[in-house]
């Protein structure tokens, strides 16, 4: 088969294009035929060598969506529509970047849908990480100020639609003046470019602060995000779009407000159900979400994927069509 494979650590231009053997069949285990993956920021840690425990080389990929081409145990019908996310897959044993992967059975999600492979391949890291974030970490409720810190990325854009459908007030950030219309039209009720620091602006908005903040950015701009909070408000960090995963300059009794609370959103496939994906992916053939695709890659084109996603040119979600 076909395959995406990160030779060693280290730049985009170190992923091969490469015919490799087919996985083999293993009991508890099911054999997919990728039709196509969405790309993450965490891979390109993964890439740089910056993942704990990963060993080289790898077929990365931490999601695909595709067809059973083989399941031992009977659990699934060949040919029927799945997708497959976490657990290790793209780390600790070879994932989507490639024609066929081999996967555990808990990481595999069945669902039916009219929709092409290059939507469906955008779905299921962005659905999980943004219902996780928002309904289980953050509990967003109605009537709520969310303040989402990165809102152009394709986890902003779709975080601003489900929380404006649950009735809460929304505030996305960019860095650049020219995307403010992007994140209106996407629903968001003010936005605010950011500079580096946002308090003051969106203190301006809500003087008492926010109940709720969306970190995307991750450590460069928690502490100023920790400063946005109302009394007993939330920040929850999900995202490195900032591109840094340590922060090294923290004091948690001068940096978290009294009564302020900080937790992270690193989900599993567990935190995600057949029945919720399902039910997004209907939501998105209705047309009442609307995702947002940036680019859609080939297969062959992973390194060139790779170089645009480090060079932070996506404006949504990057897809590669097997």
């Not at 809500?206 to 903040?213: D, I, M, Q, R, T």
């Not at 690193?266 to 047309?287: A, P, T, Y």
Request: with cysteine; hydrophobic share 40%.
């Amino acid at each position: 088969m076909k395959a995406a494979v990160t030779i060693k650590a280290g730049a985009p231009s170190i992923i091969e294009i490469q015919e490799v053997q087919q996985p083999a069949l293993k009991a508890g285990w099911v054999l997919i035929a990728v039709k196509a993956f969405g790309l993450n920021r965490s891979e390109l840690f993964t890439r740089r060598g910056e993942s704990p425990g990963v060993s080289f080389p790898r077929i990365q990929g931490i999601e695909c969506v595709g067809v059973i081409k083989e399941d031992p145990s009977g659990t699934y019908t060949n040919g029927q529509q799945v997708a497959a996310i976490m657990g290790g897959m793209g780390r600790f044993f070879d994932g989507g970047y490639a024609e066929y992967a081999l996967v555990p059975l808990e990481i595999v999600f069945p669902f039916v849908s009219q929709l092409p492979w290059e939507t469906l391949g955008a779905i299921p890291e962005m659905f999980q990480t943004v219902s996780g974030s928002l309904n289980q970490a953050l509990e967003i409720k109605g009537g709520e100020t969310l303040l989402i810190r990165g809102g152009t990325s394709s986890i902003g854009m779709l975080a601003c639609q489900l929380a404006r459908a649950k009735g809460l007030t929304v505030i996305s950030t960019t860095r650049n003046p020219e995307k403010k219309q992007a994140l209106t039209s996407n629903g968001a009720d003010h936005v605010v470019i950011d500079s580096g620091t946002v308090a003051a602006q969106v203190r301006e908005i809500f003087p008492e602060g926010v109940h709720k903040v969306l970190e995307l950015i991750g450590t460069r701009t928690l502490k100023d995000s920790l400063k946005c909070i109302a009394t007993k408000g939330m920040v929850c960090m999900t995202g490195i779009l900032g591109n840094e995963w340590t922060m090294h300059d923290f004091t948690p009794m001068g940096d978290i407000p009294s009564l302020g609370r900080l937790t992270v959103y690193m989900g599993e496939s567990k935190n995600l159900s057949k029945n919720l994906l399902q039910d997004f992916i209907n939501e998105v053939e209705r047309g009442t979400i609307k995702l947002n695709i940036d680019r859609v890659f080939k297969l062959e084109d992973v390194p060139v994927a790779h170089q645009y996603m480090e060079d932070n040119k996506a404006k949504g979600k990057l897809v590669v069509l097997v």
